[in-house]
């Protein structure tokens, strides 16, 4: 990945989303741009003032490579299938704080089914930091693509849930280490 604070120049036109409202913009070819994170397989860059998230799949307009895919075998067990899944979503960051959302203690439930051609449903309930994060619908969307990027799940549903509602004490020791609670 990328180093914290490294400029690049945007080698195509992108789109990604403003932090933290979502909105999506286009990014035009030749500009410069910040990067302040580069977790997970997604960036977050500072143009003029401006932080925004662009996908891993769009990795190329920052002369970066996309993540490499997940791997597990077909014939993984559960146990095995449910460390992968974990290990899948411990690689989703928010944007704006370098900690992934399994630390920050915003998976509240996941649980795996098999299906009859041996694949896997995984049903996910989370959470956000703040409930009005505008970033909400793309932390979703990146657990539910980085779920079904493992070979053996076939479905994937997140709800995002605020009951309970997200607190500080949920967050792992490692987490509070990273931003500083400790």
Known sequence: MAAEDEVVTLQRDVI???????QRVELPEGTEARIT???GGSFTVVIQGHMFRIEGSDAD??????PPLPEVSDDADEEEVKKAVYEQM????????????????????????????????I????TLT?????MGDFLVNDVRSKLLALPVVS????????????????????AQLAVGFF
């Open 61 to 66: 307009c920052l002369g970066k490579e996309p």
């Open 155 to 174: 479905e994937a549903t997140v709800n995002l849930v605020f009951d309970p509602p997200w607190r500080q004490d949920m967050m792992s020791e490692t």
């Open 90 to 121: 411990g690689t989703v960051y928010d944007p704006e704080i370098p900690v992934d959302i399994v630390e920050l203690g915003l998976i509240y439930r996941c649980e795996l089914e098999r299906a009859d051609d041996g694949s896997y449903r």
């Open 37 to 39: 994170q580069a977790l």
């Open 16 to 22: 990604a989303a403003l932090v933290p409202s979502g």
């Open 130 to 134: 703040a409930p009005g994060c505008g």
């Open 123 to 126: 049903e996910v309930d989370m």
